[in-house]
């Protein structure tokens, strides 16, 4: 009835467009705040506000890394959960990869300035 219906139309429309606020809010806040917070001694706070920042700063490459993200995830969805042994481990380690290309790196021992 929703999908064959006038009636389910807004439903759908608002739901899908509550639903990718959501998304994109849970993937700014945790696109680098998780390798961070691995990588060096701070707060889930300062890692989160970090994660927004560079999402911002680079959004569009960050769109498409959500777009791989999703479709990673739905192929390995698709084939019945068993290509997620492969797709996980790959979207984890471009992740990192990704934070180390996005994140100023400071020295062992020093300061940033």
Excluded at 3 to 18: A, C, E, K, N, R
């Amino acid at each position: 009835m929703l999908f064959f219906s006038t009636d389910g139309i807004p439903f759908l429309v608002v739901g899908t467009i509550v639903g990718g606020i959501f998304a994109a809010l849970a993937f700014a806040l945790s696109a680098v705040s998780i390798p961070l917070i691995l990588d060096r001694d701070v707060g889930a706070l300062a890692a989160m506000a970090t994660s927004v920042s560079a999402v911002l700063t680079n959004w569009r490459v960050m769109i498409g890394w959500a777009a791989l993200i999703a479709l990673f995830g739905a192929a390995g969805l698709v084939s019945f959960y068993i290509g997620l042994g492969i797709t996980l481990p790959l979207i984890g380690y471009a992740t990192w990869h990704a934070y180390r290309d996005l994140v100023v790196q400071v020295p062992a021992g020093g300061s940033q300035r």
